[in-house]
């Protein structure tokens, strides 16, 4: 039995320990330091030490590198020896006693890969295997040369295509350990069918078929050899092959005249169809492709069936259809891959035939702006004339139907999709049957006023569903293409109803109203505690805020828009209409204050500004109403800046307005002087840096002062330099002075410096032309002779002049 210690007494006998091999430590360390010292007194020169080798040279490339580069070299060259043997000539020896030659050589190349292998050279083996099965072709040509001249190329190829397959595959079986005789025997495989078919002069037809039963017997070595080069090689060339046969058969179905025409392509794709199957089912790596493949294949053979005999529109539906009933085998007993295949088959079958009706929707939105030069012109004949470009209704009519089969499709496949992507197939469905009734009146052509009242139906239609509630697993996807497709409807009935003026009026007032009444409906409201928690009821609203303040700014462009129609019915001329447009902004600005607080404000706001510059363009070439305009916006802008949230932004706006206009009226009224520019300008600026520095103490000079004094003071002293009466320069010296004598008085820095810059200035002005005077009376000797003492001078007052400059700085640094 065992009597440990306590955790004190052990934790005393290690502290013992420690410190007795720390002081043994110690004493060691002595010794050696010690012994050191002795070593170094009594220690020999030391021998100088040899300079160390350079290290060999590492070679640039392996054995096996090099073993592999001569093999192939040797190869190659002794390839390019029996081609020029056999072709050209060797020597006077005849065709036939080449082909003995060559057939002796050819035995042995065969034999000597099977020696090679028994002394373990397996890369020898490999390059003269490789020979060897070069030199069975360039036998083939020798046999044919020498018994068989006049045999036909293309048969012959063929038989020696299928001999050579054979051989080298036997070859293969026999020796192999060799890795080239098999998949070469598959590659040279691939001809023999193809070339007999054109040897026989077969139609487009059989050679498909040649290629496909090529297909089919490389995926028959697929599936039953085991992993090897050679199944790599058949899986590859059965998609090229097997790919090619399908395409060709596409092309006879889709260029076929007749329905019986068409049997025979379609009983072909149905076979690649059922061979995509096969293989989907057996080899699980492929299952995506072959369903994808069988899918297509199988859709392509039963819509061509009835295409040659009826039109392009209810083809392009036949095509659809079959597609659709791909997605019954969502409950098929194949592969899950499989049957993903076949659905992403059904997919591209889809989105073809919506791809094809693009053209007639683009239009539809589009079209009627190629109109706008023809503003109420008259009522077009018919909705295809209102669009302005026919993209070939007669055969769009079909264009609604396939539209809506694709929406009713995403609709239906909404419950098989994952959970991530069923809101992008609602928001899908949703446009694809908004575009399927937009295109409607074009489809059927119908009347001009018919295809407007759909438009807007259908735009008040995209706008009630986007307000609509729904749960919160819809709100991703199906409100934003809403209001995209709301949007777009705006846009193109906006542009249809140019046509007319009745039309452009009642179109632009429901507009109007129903884009008002959804920015009034998405009017969501969320607590703080939503969106500190995040719940569903804040991410619904975030949404709706956003949708809320895009509608409010298309309703005020569309507010404008009906203002400028009704002042164009009314007969009333641009400079006037220019008038009426401001009262959106000034109606906005009214409205924004009572919604203070809420997102959709500045959105509204900064929309409405826009009127404005569009004012200002109806007016040009009125100098008057211009300056009318800019006054009433810096009135607005004045009004808006009541409110303490805008009045940094809009009272700055206001101030350039009322300059501006101040200005524009001067211009109109002939006034050339600046004087009367810029005084309007300096007087309020002037009062309100007062007010201000009377309110904050700490407001500089600059700040409060500066712009007002700069805006009359500058431009009046650079008309004073070009202006020879003496009124304005004297006028000009007496504001300075006084300005000067005040910033001194209050030692204010801003009023100092630019008073009695000005006041310099515009002295040096007015004695100038003395100066130049006196300067030309004096004797030539003098301005040099003045330049020296006032060098002199210069230097004797340095010092006193640098004192000076010094109390200035402290006298104006002490200035606010």
């Not at 068989?148 to 050579?164: E, F, I, K, S």
């Not at 006879?252 to 096969?278: C, H, I, K, R, W």
């Not at 008309?719 to 910033?743: E, K, N, Y």
């Amino acid at each position: 039995m065992e009597n440990l210690p306590r955790p004190a007494e052990e934790l005393a006998v290690l502290d013992r320990e420690l410190a007795r091999i720390e002081a043994r430590r110690a004493q060691l360390l002595a010794r050696r330091s010690y012994l050191l010292t002795l070593l170094t007194a009594v220690a020999p020169p030391a021998r100088p030490v040899p300079a160390a080798r350079p290290a060999a040279r590492t070679p640039e490339t392996s054995p096996p590198s090099v073993q592999n580069a001569l093999l192939a070299l040797g190869g190659v060259l002794l390839t390019v020896a029996a081609v020029a043997f056999t072709v050209v000539s060797w020597g006077s020896m005849g065709i036939g006693g080449r082909s003995v030659v060559l057939g002796t050589v050819t035995l042995a190349a065969l034999a000597t890969p099977v020696l090679l292998l028994r002394r373990s050279l397996a890369a020898t083996a490999e390059a003269v295997g490789a020979l060897a099965l070069v030199l069975t072709v360039l036998d083939s040509y020798a046999l044919n040369r020498a018994a068989m001249p006049g045999a036909d190329p293309l048969g012959y190829t063929a038989t020696a295509c299928a001999v050579l397959a054979a051989l080298w595959a036997a070859y293969g079986l026999l020796v192999s350990r060799l890795r080239t005789p098999l998949p070469a025997a598959v590659l040279i495989a691939q001809l023999p069918l193809p070339l007999w078919a054109l040897a026989a002069g077969a139609s487009e037809l059989t050679l498909a078929w040649a290629l496909l039963a090529t297909a089919a017997a490389d995926a028959a070595i697929v599936l039953w050899t085991r992993p090897s080069p050679a199944r790599s090689i058949a899986g590859v060339t059965a998609w090229v092959t097997g790919g090619w046969a399908l395409l060709m058969a596409v092309a006879l179905s889709v260029t076929a005249g007749t329905p019986l025409d068409a049997a025979g392509p379609g009983l072909l794709l149905l076979a690649g169809a059922g061979l995509g199957l096969f293989a989907a089912m057996r080899v699980p790596d492929v299952s995506f492709a072959g369903g994808l493949v069988a899918g297509l294949a199988a859709v392509a053979a039963t819509g061509g069936l009835p295409r040659p005999s009826v039109p392009l529109g209810w083809a392009v539906v036949g095509y659809l259809l079959c597609g659709a009933a791909l997605l019954t085998a969502v409950r098929a007993p194949l592969p899950r891959m499989a049957v993903r295949g076949l659905g992403a088959a059904a997919g591209a079958v889809v989105a073809g035939a919506v791809l094809w009706t693009l053209p007639s929707v683009a239009l539809t939105v589009l079209g009627p702006a190629s109109l706008a030069e023809d503003i109420w012109s008259g009522s077009p004949g018919s909705a295809r004339q209102a669009v302005g470009t026919d993209p070939g209704w007669s055969a769009m009519a079909t264009a609604p139907l396939v539209l809506l089969i694709a929406a009713g499709l995403l609709a239906v496949a909404y419950r098989h999709l994952p959970a991530s992507v069923r809101p992008a197939a609602l928001g899908g469905a949703t446009a694809l049957a908004w575009a399927a009734l937009l295109v409607l009146p074009g489809a059927l052509d119908l009347g001009y006023a018919a295809a407007v009242a759909t438009h807007l139906a259908l735009t008040a239609g995209a706008l009630t569903l986007a307000v609509r509630p729904r749960p919160p697993a819809a709100l991703s996807a199906v409100p934003t293409t809403a209001v995209v497709c709301a949007l777009a409807g705006a846009a193109s009935v906006s542009l249809l109803a140019l046509a007319t003026q009745p039309a452009t009026l009642i179109t632009l007032g429901v507009l109007l109203a129903l884009l008002c009444g959804g920015a009034v409906a998405l009017n969501p409201a969320v607590t703080e505690a939503d969106k500190d928690t995040g719940t569903d009821s804040a991410r619904a609203a975030f949404p709706a805020r956003s949708f809320q303040a895009l509608l409010t700014c298309v309703a005020v462009a569309t507010a404008v828009a009906l203002l400028c129609a009704l002042c164009a019915s009314a007969g009333l001329p641009r400079e006037r209409t220019a008038l009426v447009v401001l009262a959106v902004p000034a109606v906005v600005a009214l409205l924004a204050a009572r919604l203070r607080g809420r997102p959709v404000a500045l959105p509204m706001e900064l929309t409405s500004a826009g009127a404005g510059p569009l004012a200002v363009i109806l007016a040009t070439g009125h100098p008057e109403t211009v300056a009318l305009v800019l006054a009433l916006c810096g009135v607005v802008a004045a009004g808006t800046a009541l409110r303490p949230d805008r009045r940094p932004a809009a009272g700055y706006l206001a101030a350039v307005l009322f300059v501006l206009a101040t200005w524009v009226r001067l211009y109109a009224s002939d006034v050339s002087t600046p004087e009367a520019y810029t005084l309007p300008a300096t007087v309020p600026a002037l009062v309100v840096g007062f007010l201000r520095r009377r309110g904050d103490l700490e407001a500089s000079s600059w700040t409060a002062y500066g712009p007002g004094l700069a805006a009359t003071l500058l431009p009046s002293l650079a008309a004073a330099w070009g202006d020879t009466h003496w009124l304005r320069p004297l006028a000009l010296g007496v504001a300075a002075l006084a300005v000067t004598l005040v910033g001194a008085r209050l030692r204010l820095q801003a009023l100092l410096v630019i008073g009695g810059g000005v006041l310099a200035l515009d002295t040096l002005h007015e004695l100038a032309p003395y100066v130049v005077q006196a300067v030309g009376a004096l004797p030539r000797w003098l301005p040099p002779a003045l330049a020296g003492l006032l060098l002199l001078a210069l230097g004797a007052t340095y010092e006193r002049r640098l004192h000076d400059a010094r109390r200035l700085r402290r006298s104006l640094g002490r200035m606010r």
